[in-house]
Structure formats: C-alpha cells, structure tokens
C-alpha cells in the first residue's frame, strides 16, 4: 500500500510578520494566514510524513485540549490548506 505523504505546493509565497506566516497561492489567489501550531504543521508538510503521522506528532507536542480535538482541529487544517492546493498529496 502506498503512504500519501504531505509536501508545500511549489508555488506557494510565504512571509513570516510577527507570530503569523502569510500564504499566497499565485496560481488561484488563495490567502492563508497561519499561526505558530499551523507553522508547526506546515514546515513539517516536507514530503516525508503522511496527514496521520503529522496529527500525531501535534498530539505529541502541544497540550491544552483533548488529543480526539487536536486531531480534528489538525485534520480539518490539513484538509482545508489541500483545498486550497497550499500543500499537496504524494504517494511514495
């Protein structure tokens, strides 16, 4: 079975401003602002960890809520920065 592993859209520009990271898709004109636990989790989209496997490195590392919540707050972030084509799906 292959691993679908998370990677930063080529084309995305982002700037740091403050606590924030700013992402911009030129190709659809999507705007993302993310803060530090979504820099966290965007940085970690490098092609060598899959959505499940980055979930659980934010259970791992962040406290404050439920792991169930955290898992759901990452995997709908994940889902929405793919629908917005922020960052991709590649099968190894």
């Known amino acids: 079975m292959k691993k679908e592993l998370l990677l930063i859209n080529p084309d ?5 401003m403050e606590n924030e990271r700013y992402l911009f898709n030129p190709v ?10 979504g820099k966290f ?32 707050q990452v995997n709908g972030f994940l889902e929405k920065m793919i629908r917005m084509d922020l960052i991709q799906s590649s099968s190894k």
């Open 41 to 72: 989790i965007y940085m970690n989209c490098n092609g060598r960890f899959s959505k499940n496997e980055i979930i659980e490195m934010v259970v791992k590392n962040y406290t404050g809520a439920s792991q169930e919540k955290i898992r759901k």
């Open 12 to 16: 995305i520009v982002s700037k740091d």
């Open 28 to 37: 659809t004109g999507c705007i993302q602002v993310i803060n530090e636990m």
